[in-house]
């Protein structure tokens, strides 16, 4: 998991019924029938009949404040009543686009969507909303936190992966972490392992991210794991496309024996032996296993 989505219910509960109350303006302004049924549901809040009587006379009337208002009672009493997880999820996406689309309460609607989301995991509308919010208002760690639960929820497949490339774009040019948009690439790989995009683009950023660092060990460990990628992909696909993954594993690390081994054997297929001789020099001077050494020195005699 790339990042732990933090409990709501624990963190946010205190904070979800307040500022609930109706304005006195407000309140003012609803007729004796939406007062009178206002009453018998802050008496009896489990009530659907008075419930769903309320939400007809408020949308007929446009009072989106007056329903929102007994969304909440409603909503409060279910929670307290322990009520199904999953019906108190949609709740709060109920609420959620209320405040969004009607109240034009995007704070409010950000808690209950992700109030949503804590209690049905699968709620992906309420998270797509949630997200929009938060890439609305510029909060690119809350968006990634978003994301990232979101590919956690999901199983490995084309959509996981997906999600995941989404959150390395975002880690990488929104929060400027390379490790974490690396780390979000790894998954997506493993996510869908034929995916040769999703391998080359990973491929891409470790080298990247090698070249920034210049020669310090942990640049060296990401041109190794961006060769052994590159010469991976190289048995996926026709020989000229092959030939040049070898070639790319081969100027990230001269001494990468698979690429090498590789290059034996399609550079001639390709009429390219003439490239052979410079990769054996090359992996000579930068060999770090000497039985290595010692196997391209023979090639050559």
């Not at 019906?87 to 949503?116: M, P």
């Not at 070249?211 to 052994?228: H, I, Y």
Request: one cysteine or more; a negative charge; hydrophobic letters at 45%.
């Amino acid at each position: 998991m790339l990042l732990q989505a933090p409990n709501i219910a624990k963190m946010r509960g205190d904070a979800l019924f307040q500022n609930v109350r109706l304005s006195d303006n407000v309140r003012d302004s609803m007729d004796a029938n939406a007062r009178h049924l206002m009453t018998q549901l802050r008496q009896n809040p489990l009530d659907y009949g008075v419930l769903d009587a309320l939400r007809v006379h408020c949308e007929a009337n446009g009072d989106y404040a007056a329903w929102a208002e007994a969304l909440e009672h409603h909503l409060r009493a279910s929670t307290e009543a322990d009520g199904d997880a999953i019906e108190l999820g949609r709740l709060h996406f109920q609420l959620g686009n209320l405040y969004r689309d009607q109240l034009k309460r995007s704070d409010r609607a950000l808690v209950h969507y992700r109030s949503a989301i804590d209690f049905d995991a699968s709620q992906r509308p309420a998270l797509a909303a949630a997200r929009a919010i938060t890439v609305e208002q510029g909060d690119w760690a809350e968006a990634a936190s978003l994301l990232a639960y979101e590919a956690d929820s999901l199983p490995a497949g084309p959509k996981r992966a997906a999600a995941l490339v989404e959150l390395a774009q975002l880690y990488k040019t929104q929060l400027r972490d390379r490790e974490r948009a690396e780390q979000a690439l790894r998954e997506a790989v493993s996510s869908a392992r034929d995916d040769l995009q999703l391998q080359h683009q990973l491929a891409t950023t470790l080298l990247e991210g090698a070249d920034q660092l210049g020669t310090v060990p942990a640049a060296e460990s990401k041109r190794r794991e961006a060769a052994g990628l590159l010469a991976a992909m190289a048995h996926a696909v026709s020989d000229d496309y092959a030939f040049a993954y070898i070639e790319a594993a081969l100027d990230a690390v001269p001494d990468q024996a698979e690429a090498l081994q590789l290059l034996e054997q399609v550079a001639p297929r390709m009429g390219r032996s003439d490239t052979l001789a410079p990769r054996w020099l090359a992996a000579i001077r930068g060999a770090r296993d000497p039985k290595l050494a010692r196997t391209v020195r023979l090639k050559m005699a």
